[in-house]
């Protein structure tokens, strides 16, 4: 049984491989963001809409919109939000940052919170982006900073811990 398992899990990452070099990397941001919020607990979901805002991003935000904008999370909806500069943002669960320039300020507006910030800039793990993406051997990863995680009042489950580079 547990061959059986190994195989199609190897079989899996290959598949998934194959079809990740196939995407473009806003695409792929895209689904992996969709994917956190499954493995990430908020201090309240009593909101209706779980908001996920982009800041700079229109390719992620256009994608994140067409393919998760209205659809359910648990008693949420999720919606989609593109904002310009960080003196925009609203509350959101999720940000979704680009602009090196923005970066401080938007760490400042959504401080205390519980909003995860997501990056995908070199060294912004360890500037306080909660995760980072981050190619390592030319590979897309992402970083995990407990402490920014910590200070917004978030739980990850061990499972997104596990497969994270931790900071």
Same mark, same amino acid.
């Given at each position: 049984?547990?061959?059986?398992?190994?195989?199609? !899990? #190897?079989?899996?990452?290959? @598949?998934?491989?194959?079809?990740?070099?196939?995407?473009? @990397?806003?695409?792929?941001?895209?689904?992996?963001?969709?994917?956190?919020?499954?493995?990430?607990?908020?201090?309240?979901?009593?909101? +209706?809409?779980? &908001? @996920?805002?982009? &800041?700079?991003?229109? *390719?992620?935000?256009?994608? !994140?919109a067409a393919w998760y904008n209205g659809k359910p999370k648990g008693n949420q909806t999720y919606v989609i939000k593109s904002f310009k500069?960080? #003196?925009?943002?609203? *509350?959101?669960?999720? &940000?979704? &940052? *680009?602009?090196?320039?923005?970066?401080?300020?938007?760490?400042?507006?959504?401080?205390? +919170?519980?909003?995860?910030?997501?990056?995908? +800039?070199?060294?912004?793990?360890?500037?306080?982006?909660?995760?980072?993406?981050?190619?390592?051997?030319?590979?897309?990863?992402?970083?995990?900073?407990? +402490? #920014?995680?910590?200070?917004?009042?978030?739980?990850?489950?061990?499972? !997104?811990?596990?497969? #994270?580079? !931790?900071?």
């Amino acid at each position: 049984m547990k061959k059986i398992i190994l195989i199609l !899990l #190897a079989l899996t990452l290959m @598949i998934g491989s194959t079809f990740a070099q196939e995407r473009p @990397i806003h695409e792929i941001y895209s689904m992996m963001m969709y994917n956190f919020t499954r493995y990430v607990q908020w201090p309240s979901d009593n909101e +209706k809409e779980f &908001v @996920i805002g982009v &800041v700079g991003n229109q *390719d992620v935000y256009k994608t !994140l919109a067409a393919w998760y904008n209205g659809k359910p999370k648990g008693n949420q909806t999720y919606v989609i939000k593109s904002f310009k500069t960080a #003196a925009e943002i609203t *509350d959101c669960a999720v &940000v979704f &940052v *680009d602009r090196a320039t923005e970066f401080e300020a938007i760490k400042s507006k959504v401080k205390g +919170k519980g909003t995860l910030i997501i990056t995908a +800039k070199q060294g912004y793990g360890e500037k306080g982006s909660g995760i980072n993406f981050t190619t390592v051997d030319n590979k897309l990863k992402f970083e995990l900073n407990q +402490k #920014a995680i910590e200070a917004s009042n978030l739980k990850v489950a061990g499972t !997104l811990t596990s497969m #994270a580079i !931790l900071i």
